[in-house]
Structures are given as C-alpha cells and as structure tokens.
C-alpha cells in the first residue's frame, strides 16, 4: 500500500512550466471560469458552474452555511485542488500551464482548520528556524493582538508551542491559535490574502478589528469567507463597502 501511495503521479506541474507574469505591484486577476468540482468518491459537485473574478487590488467576501463550498473554492483559487471542469485562471491563463510550487508564493491562506509547529512561536509565526526576523515577528503579533499574551509567556518569543513534543510548550485558546495564524499570514506577506472561515471563535468586536487590520495591509488582493451573512454585512457596511459580497450555497453562486 505504501509503495502504491509513493509511485502515486504527481497531479501538479512541479517542475518547468511557464514563468508567473510579471506584476510590480501585486495585483493579479483571478478567475474561476465555468467551475465545477467534485470530490472523488461523490455523488454530486462540490461546488458547480462557478463564474467568479477576483479583479486587481479588489477586496471580496463570500458567505454561505457550513458545506456550502466555501473552503472548496478557496482551495480552488490558491491552487490546492484543480477543477473537475473548467478553468481557474491567473490574469488570463490557466494555473496549469505555471509551475505550482511557483504559484504557491502568492499566496497566504489561513483556514479554519489549520496545523501549528511544535516550535517555538517565533518559529510559528515565520514558519522557519533560520533568517527569522524578530522586529517583523513582533510587529505582526502586535498587529494580530498577541502582544499581552505574547509579554505573558514565559521565554518570550522563544516559548514553545504545544506539549506533544516538548514538555515546558504553552497551550494556546482556539482565538489565540486564529490570530496566531494571522500574524503567519501577515510575516509572510504575498500578495493574495485568503481567511477561510477564521472568525467563528471570536466575538463580533474582534472580528470587526481584524477585518479592519488586513484591509488596511497592502495586500494585492484579499478574499474572506465566513458562513455568519449578517455579521460580515454588519461589519463590511461599517467599513466603508470596499468588499464585494456573494452569497455561495448548495455549491452553487446565489448573490
């Protein structure tokens, strides 16, 4: 079985492939062209007949129940899955044709269920042990509001996360782990921002923060989702309406 799972093909293009184009100031087009997915084994699409662009410098919002697709189309957009028909495209051309490990780098993707390193938080949030900038570090935990949990630790940055591996590690609260997240998203800084239903353990006042902080980022473009309708209309409406809203259900766009 293990030998089956190895001599597995690669479905992606690892390898070669067209250079990504050329974007000085980080706003890329994206488009889902006539989409539709299906996971394997299914009897019916994830998602179905999805036409949606994701314009330069455009900030969207999709909101639908749990199961609704969300989380697949934004695996769609950053490459994770391919389409079971259609096209995801990067200003114009189809991702198949760029080298995926390539296209990886311009994104940031927090989800909703994500994986945190049993390394120390510094380690966490630049997702590396060498080259670390600490100043950086600190400043995308103080955007994140970590900074009291962060002077609270017992080594600083140096503290480890998590207790499977080292026995000294501090355990963190769901919100705490979201906003961690965040600040890795934010050290990171490519160019296209997307949270998958990120919000779900705080309170509205935080979530309306956080929204506020990475519209303020200068990010290329960002797209969020949340299955709340009312409180991201709530808080998008107070924000000036920069966001674009669709609503996803059944697989399908209904707004």
Request: net charge negative; charged share 30%; hydrophobic share 40%.
């Amino acid at each position: 079985v293990i030998r089956e799972y190895l001599e597995l093909p690669e479905p992606f293009r690892m390898e070669g492939g067209k250079p990504l184009p050329e974007c000085a100031d980080g706003k890329y087009e994206l488009r889902l062209e006539n989409v539709s997915f299906r996971y394997p084994g299914a009897d019916k699409d994830a998602l179905h007949g999805i036409d949606l662009t994701v314009h330069p410098g455009e900030r969207l919002a999709v909101v639908g129940l749990n199961g609704a697709g969300k989380t697949t189309l934004v695996k769609l957009l950053c490459g994770f899955y391919d389409p079971s028909e259609g096209r995801v495209l990067l200003n114009g051309e189809d991702i198949r044709e760029f080298n995926r490990q390539e296209y990886y780098t311009l994104f940031t993707a927090v989800f909703q269920k994500f994986s945190v390193l049993e390394a120390t938080l510094e380690e966490n949030v630049a997702q590396t042990r060498e080259g670390i900038d600490e100043a950086r570090v600190r400043e995308c935990l103080e955007k994140a509001g970590l900074t009291e949990r962060v002077a609270a630790l017992p080594d600083d940055l140096k503290t480890h996360i998590g207790r499977e591996v080292f026995e000294d590690g501090v355990l963190l609260s769901g919100g705490e782990m979201q906003r961690l997240m965040l600040a890795r998203a934010l050290y990171k800084n490519a160019p296209i921002l997307l949270l998958d239903d990120l919000f779900d353990k705080l309170d509205m006042g935080r979530v309306e923060q956080l929204i506020k902080l990475v519209s303020g980022e200068e990010f290329g473009q960002i797209v969020i989702t949340d299955c709340n309708k009312v409180r991201l209309e709530t808080i998008l409406g107070r924000q000036g309406g920069n966001y674009r809203l669709y609503v996803l259900a059944n697989g399908e766009i209904a707004k």
